[in-house]
Nanobody, 117 residues
Framework: QVQFTESGGGLVQAGGSLRLSCVVSGAGPYALGWFRQAPGKKREFVAA????????YYSESVKGRFTISKDRAKTTVYLQMNDLKSEDTGVYYC????????????WGQGTQVTVSS
């Protein structure tokens, strides 16, 4: 069972920055990532990073503004969010996917990000 401790959400003005952190514990290996859900919308993919850390993936809407990284020693994944826009508002969920077929997927509780225009 994978467990998550998320932090870093909050209220920020448009154009500002936030950094989300997620400490992950539990048996690996797994890919890690972030999804988000805006009010009244479906949960959507934001970014992911491979178990090795060498592969990173982004949605088109955040590419060039967000950076995903991880501290392998502490099994912590980060999401640095720059040039935030009002449409980035939502609950951000940390996510893990095992390397098994099919993958075991687990989700954190979520952290709120609100961008004021």
């Amino acid at each position: 069972q994978v467990q998550f401790t998320e932090s870093g959400g909050g209220l920020v003005q448009a154009g500002g920055s936030l950094r989300l952190s997620c400490v992950v514990s539990g048996a690996g290996p797994y890919a890690l990532g972030w999804f988000r859900q805006a009010p009244g919308k479906k949960r959507e993919f934001v970014a992911a990073i491979s178990w090795s850390g060498q592969g990173t993936y982004y949605s088109e809407s955040v590419k060039g503004r967000f950076t995903i990284s991880k501290d392998r020693a502490k099994t912590t994944v980060y999401l640095q969010m720059n040039d935030l826009k009002s449409e980035d508002t939502g609950v951000y969920y940390c996510y893990s996917a095992s390397l098994a077929t099919p993958p075991q997927e687990d989700w954190g509780q979520g952290t709120q990000v609100t961008v004021s225009s």
